[in-house]
């Protein structure tokens, strides 16, 4: 089990900022920004190049609830990034699709 898995269990505690049937966004505890939200599938799709066909439905669903938990941590007027790591090489530490909603300051690229 993940420790996504957990936390969408309530097995560990996160500060939850939205939930849904298929999606859990909660606040990163190492920001790599003065807003950095994580918005976690639901379904235990381990990354991006992992998905298939039917997860069409929770991939859709993810990028069409980020605009809306980037409003509620308040980053709809200033603007936010959005990540998706895919593999170790490319930042990914937990085996879980998961993207990062980043903002609160101006954001350079490209990224260090």
Known sequence: MTL???IIARQIPADIVYEDDLV???????????VHVLLISKKAIPRIADAHSDDLKVLGHLLLKAPEVANKV???????RLVINNGPDAGESVPHLHCHILGGRPLGWPPG
């Not at 859990?24 to 003065?34: G, N, T």
């Not at 308040?74 to 936010?80: E, T, V």
Request: net charge positive.
């Open 24 to 34: 859990l966004a909660f606040r990163d505890i190492s920001p790599k920004a003065p």
């Open 4 to 6: 996504f898995e957990k």
């Open 74 to 80: 308040g980053l709809g007027q200033s603007g936010y």
